[in-house]
């Protein structure tokens, strides 16, 4: 009997040998996918300890000082004589210098960036990342889980990159994924066969395959939206969540869970089950969420678990962005529920 089994997993499924394992399926890949995953992976654990300090830094009163216990407890953020950053821009900061020097990319469009940025030639590779560093940062200083969304795109062989090798609907996308910094540190990735969903080790400094082959629940109990702007939301999306409220077909109501974080919100999405809806309303006509780096990554995982992401007209990952940070009212979740919300946009027409 192996002992040391008994006590410790010995055979670790790390994502890096996860996605090294599906590669191996294609005789034709050459590795670079699995080279720029791990520099997505290397800029989650940076930010992942970095979101874990900011509570620190904040508690001991640092946020916004430049002092010497600043670059002491936050030192390797290199901020001998600046103002501590803030940690998107940070965040930011990393996973653009890591992308760049995979040496795999070649068009980078982030949240934080007005315009995408194009890598210099000796640097390009056959990527386009498109990502938010750090979404749902608001949160920050209450210790809510935040989370970094990518989405990949591979460029056209041949000429220059240019926009359009990124204005392209999410069903082109090669791999997506989000990181969630949480009570644990999560990482869920698809490379378009599944979903799976590794948990960070800090002993061990490596994320570990925890939840293999993610399926969502095609029907679940809670729903989650932004209550707050039920008063500008259109016919579709009242009757919706009032069914979830008082349903009529005699089942029991709903639950509501709305954390405000997009990655938490939909990572229980995905675990339980249920629907995840930022809809379009009078004030924010598309919405408030992004399509490159919001809408597409998340609409991605959820039909590669089964699910159905849908934007009130059309499938989610039809769409096709004309800029980089356009935004699409979103509703995502288990088969059966966002059927329901179909049916109700189906009927207006
Ligand atoms: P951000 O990119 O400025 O952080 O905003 C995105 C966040 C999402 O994480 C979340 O789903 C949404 O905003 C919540 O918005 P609201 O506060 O309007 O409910
Ligand atoms: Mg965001």
């Not at 992308?99 to 469009?109: E, F, H, Q």
């Not at 560093?133 to 460029?155: A, E, H, K, Q, R």
């Amino acid at each position: 009997m192996d002992h040391a089994a008994d006590v410790y997993k010995t055979d670790l499924m790390t994502v890096t040998r996860h996605v090294l394992n599906e590669q191996s399926k294609y005789p034709e890949s050459r590795g670079d996918f699995s080279i720029l995953l791990s520099h997505i992976v290397l800029g989650c654990k940076f930010v992942c300890s970095a979101v874990n300090k900011a509570g620190l830094a904040k508690l001991i009163g640092l946020a916004g000082e430049t002092n010497v216990q600043a670059i002491r407890v936050t030192g390797h953020f290199d901020l001998q004589g600046e103002e501590q950053k803030k940690l998107d821009v940070l965040s930011n900061e990393v996973f653009v210098k890591a992308l760049i020097s995979s040496g795999r990319t070649s068009i980078l469009v982030s949240e934080e960036d007005e315009e995408a940025i194009f890598v210099e030639p000796s640097k390009r590779g056959r990527y386009c990342v498109v990502f938010d560093p750090l979404d749902g940062s608001s949160n920050i200083d209450c210790g809510v889980s935040i989370g970094t969304i990518f989405g990949i795109y591979i460029i056209n062989d041949g000429g220059d990159p240019t926009l359009d090798d990124v204005l392209k609907p999410g069903k082109n996308m090669v791999a997506a994924g989000y990181c969630m910094y949480g009570s644990s540190c999560t990482f869920v990735l698809s490379t378009g066969s599944g979903v799976n969903g590794f948990t960070l080790d800090p002993s061990l400094g490596e994320f570990i395959l925890t939840h293999p082959d993610i399926k969502i629940p095609n029907k679940g109990k809670i729903y989650s939206v932004n209550e707050g702007n039920a008063k500008n939301w259109d016919g579709p999306t009242a009757k919706y969540v009032e069914s979830c409220k008082f349903p009529k077909d005699g089942s029991s109501p709903k639950s509501l869970r709305y954390i405000g974080s997009m990655v938490a919100d939909v990572h229980r999405t995905l675990l339980y089950g249920g629907i995840f809806l930022y809809p379009a309303d009078k004030k924010s006509p598309s919405g408030k969420l992004r399509v490159l780096y919001e809408v597409f990554p998340m609409s991605f995982l959820m039909e590669q678990a089964g699910g159905q992401a849908f934007t009130g007209k059309q499938r989610a990952l039809d769409l096709i962005p004309e800029k980089i940070h356009e935004r699409s009212p979103i509703f995502l979740g288990s088969y059966d529920d966002v059927e329901e919300i179909k049916a109700l946009y189906a009927a207006e027409e």
